[in-house]
């Protein structure tokens, strides 16, 4: 029963070492010679040596890490980066700028947990939902939203005295 344990777990850990780069480096660390090390117990005379391999290895495993899913990150990190930051205020602008920058820094990091993600990606998107509209020195907002808001606001006029018109000319 014990032989199977150690087999098992030198087979759990065989299929990680496949995939030594989904997990953090510093998790695993020794992994590849420790799983050796259990291969050879299993020609051990004792089972003593045989239990000690075992525990080992089983400690490596349950150890590891898996990599942090960096993908929304780096998906939001490029909308933020795109975004024209001329048109609002240069305070909220620098916070998603800053912001921008401890996203690069998490996603490159390969000991980052999923957490450290987590909070990054949570504070860009604060950062982005904060932007405000700079305004002109008469007051009014300088920015292409605002601009794209009077063109609609224009064509529903438009749209609204179309209908009006066709209403009448239906009346009469």
Request: aromatic share 2%; with cysteine; hydrophobic share 45%.
């Amino acid at each position: 029963m014990k032989r199977q344990r150690t087999e098992h777990e030198i087979e759990l850990v065989t299929e990680m070492v496949a995939n030594i780069g989904s997990y953090v480096p510093s998790t695993v660390e020794g992994l590849q010679d420790k799983l050796a090390d259990a291969q050879a117990a299993m020609n051990a005379t004792t089972q003593e040596e045989i239990d000690a391999a075992t525990a080992t290895l089983r400690e490596a495993r349950l150890n590891a890490r898996t990599k942090a899913d960096v993908s929304a990150l780096e998906e939001l990190i490029a909308y933020a980066a795109a975004l024209d930051m001329r048109g609002f205020t240069a305070q909220s602008a620098a916070e998603v700028i800053q912001a921008i920058e401890q996203c690069r820094l998490i996603a490159r990091d390969p000991e980052a947990t999923q957490e450290d993600v987590d909070i990054q990606l949570q504070a860009l998107q604060s950062a982005i939902d904060g932007l405000r509209t700079a305004e002109k020195a008469d007051g009014s907002a300088d920015t292409a939203a605002a601009a794209q808001s009077g063109a609609m606001s224009a064509l529903l006029l438009a749209a609204g005295g179309g209908a009006w018109l066709a209403r009448k000319k239906q009346d009469d």
